[in-house]
């Protein structure tokens, strides 16, 4: 089973591992570099004398900013596995083609560093007071070992757990069932950072404050399949987001509510904790159950659905068994007071026949007519007990009026 269940995972994910590395353009700095004996210093296992800068750090940033954008846009519809990601298949395609986008982007930025490589050096030398500008000139190194620290690389690959018979090892099992409590863990930093940025403090916001939400609903929606309670976080950010209104500031009790989210999810146990006892949105039909019902329903009374909805007069119809089983109430009223005599169904009312195609407005439809007939009872009960004349006395023993 456990098996089974490995195969039907990794069909359902891809496996990215980012390959990019960058200089730092630094180099140890030695005690010979100061002028010390080395014989006098600690040990290098307590203290150490730190790096010294052999290029403009503003030079290297490039190269650090496209790593991390890189890494962000795995992280957005995928999760951390394994030391790179794992990824829907339905995203993977599009998460390539920007990853893509980035490597050209490192690559155009790579050619254009070693092209001025030697004069970034000369300027970042001259820059430094004379009497330090040896340790720069001492470390220099050339720039083909540049040229091999700067690397961009992604690579994509479909798992599958290994056959039992193979390798029996749980290593692969305890990284796929620790995918959930990771997702967890990174839209708690996500959500962190949005409240920190945009939401503490604040009486208002504008719309561009909910980029971290969508964020999160479109990295929970794409792999709900890891876990069931994602869909109902899913929900939730959704009916948030639908309560925000489409022009003008956001604030007063919708901005509460967004914040209020935010500050559970930015807990990984408490989003977690909620998401265990929130029920998942459904449309109402899926509640009631209706729905296999409604796509099962002869053509026939299809047809007469589409009919009435042309303005076509239908011919009415008595609800069924089928739907008086599904009653909320459990029971279906008696057609009359007699239960075994046989009655004709009623003439239905036009409303009831406009409604016949939608099995949730029939179940709300036969509710309506039986609270109706209950009222109409109590109004004919109150009716005869005012019809009793006021002097006629109370003979019954067992009556519990006086």
Not at 16 to 26: A, E, F, R
Not at 220 to 239: H, Q
Not at 385 to 399: H, I, K, L, R
Request: glycine share 6%.
């Amino acid at each position: 089973m456990q098996h089974q269940w490995f195969d039907w995972l990794s069909d359902q994910l891809v496996f990215v591992n980012l390959d990019i590395t960058c200089w730092s353009g630094k180099k140890r700095l030695t005690p010979e570099d100061l002028g010390l004996d080395r014989a006098q210093m600690p040990p290098e296992t307590l203290v150490s004398l730190g790096d010294k800068q052999l290029v403009d750090p503003e030079a290297l940033k490039t190269f650090g900013s496209i790593r991390s954008a890189a890494r962000r846009r795995c992280l957005a519809v995928g999760t951390r596995f394994l030391g790179g990601y794992a990824v829907p298949v339905a995203k993977a395609p599009a998460l390539l083609a920007e990853l893509d986008a980035l490597g050209q982007r490192y690559q155009d930025a790579r050619t254009a560093f070693l092209a001025g490589y030697d004069t970034q050096l000369t300027t970042w030398t001259q820059q430094q007071p004379p009497e330090w500008q040896r340790l720069i000139q001492d470390a220099l190194v050339p720039a083909e070992y540049v040229g091999g620290r700067l690397r961009f690389a992604v690579q994509s690959v479909r798992f599958a757990a290994p056959d039992p018979a193979v390798i029996a090892h749980p290593g692969l099992s305890q990284a796929l069932s620790g995918l959930s409590g990771q997702v967890f863990h990174e839209i708690a930093c996500t959500a962190r950072e949005a409240l920190e940025k945009s939401f503490q403090g604040k009486r208002e916001v504008t719309r561009r404050a909910l980029s971290p939400l969508a964020s999160i609903r479109d990295k929970l929606d794409g792999l709900s399949f890891l876990d069931g309670r994602f869909r109902a976080i899913v929900g939730e950010i959704d009916r948030l987001m639908a309560q925000v209104p489409k022009q003008g500031p956001i604030a007063h009790g919708v901005l509460a509510g967004l914040t209020q989210f935010l500050s559970l999810a930015a807990q990984p146990d408490g989003l977690r904790t909620w998401a265990d006892n929130a029920s998942v949105w459904e449309t109402p039909q899926e509640a009631l159950g209706l729905l296999n019902r409604l796509a099962s329903t002869p053509a026939s009374r299809v047809d007469a659905a589409e009919e009435t909805e042309a303005g076509i007069e239908a011919a009415p119809s008595a609800p069924t068994s089928e739907w008086a089983s599904t009653s909320p109430l459990g029971t279906a009223a008696p057609a009359s007071n007699a239960d075994t005599e046989t009655v004709a169904p009623p003439q239905a009312p036009e409303s009831t026949v406009a409604a016949a195609a939608d099995p949730l407005t029939l179940h709300l439809e036969q509710i309506k007519n039986l609270v109706v007939e209950v009222i109409q009872a109590a109004d004919r009960s109150a009716e005869d007990a005012e019809s009793v004349p006021d002097s006629a006395p109370v003979t019954d023993d067992n009556a519990w009026f006086y």
